[in-house]
């Protein structure tokens, strides 16, 4: 199956999104219930307020999309195998060209040293992936995601799946039912990233 920019938006507005299982194989998910992060009691460790507020990093956006996706697919301690083939990272690529798909990354001079990656659709950001090469720094990338997001007018962050990182920042699950919603919501808001 070839992921065109026109099947992958069709997907994330019906609340589907592709990952590539260990031969390669495209499948779809439409978890329940499913993860979202709300932006409005988006919750910071005090720990990592420290280190949003020291600023000895540069955040950008969408200035090195490929190499985001890039580490994100890069195996990691306890995370050998990945879900970003080759064939995930050519498609979000050309979401990317097309605006849709956008990066959050934290540069410590002329390193990229974390960040995070998503879906946008109006007033949607979908979540994808996100790596950090420092201490804290995907967690970095994530507040100034949240706090831009809130300031473009984004009304839902989905997350898909929940994790233990994502659950102290305030992430929630909700079923089906109340994600497709939240989704069509979002998806009536225009927002731009």
């Known amino acids: 199956m070839v992921l065109t920019p026109e099947l992958l938006i069709s997907a994330y507005i019906q609340g589907i999104f592709p990952m590539a299982g260990e031969n390669g194989e495209i499948y779809w ?4 219930p499913r993860a ?5 009691t988006f919750h910071i460790p005090r720990s990592l307020r420290r280190a949003v507020r ?3 990093y540069e955040v950008r956006r969408d200035t090195a999309f490929s190499d985001v996706m890039r580490a994100c697919a890069a195996p990691a301690p306890g995370r050998e195998d990945t879900w970003i083939s080759d064939d995930i990272i050519s498609a979000y690529e050309e ?30 950001f979908a979540g994808e992936s996100m790596f950090a090469r420092e201490r804290d720094t995907s967690k970095i990338a994530l507040v100034h995601l ?3 997001l809130r300031r ?6 989905d997350i898909q ?3 233990e990182h994502l659950h102290r920042f305030g992430a929630v699950e909700i ?3 109340e994600y497709k919603q939240a989704l069509a919501l979002a998806l009536k808001k225009p927002a731009r990233f």
Do not use: C, K
């Open 152 to 157: 473009q007018g984004f009304l839902l962050l």
């Open 29 to 32: 998910y439409d978890p329940d």
């Open 95 to 124: 979401l990317a060209q097309l605006g849709f798909a956008h990066s959050m990354e934290i540069w410590r001079g002329s390193r990229l040293v974390g960040g995070l990656y998503g879906v946008t659709v109006n007033g949607l």
């Open 54 to 56: 020291r600023q000895d």
């Open 36 to 40: 979202v992060l709300p932006l409005d």
């Open 161 to 163: 799946f929940m994790t």
């Open 146 to 148: 949240v706090a831009h």
């Open 175 to 177: 079923t089906r039912q």
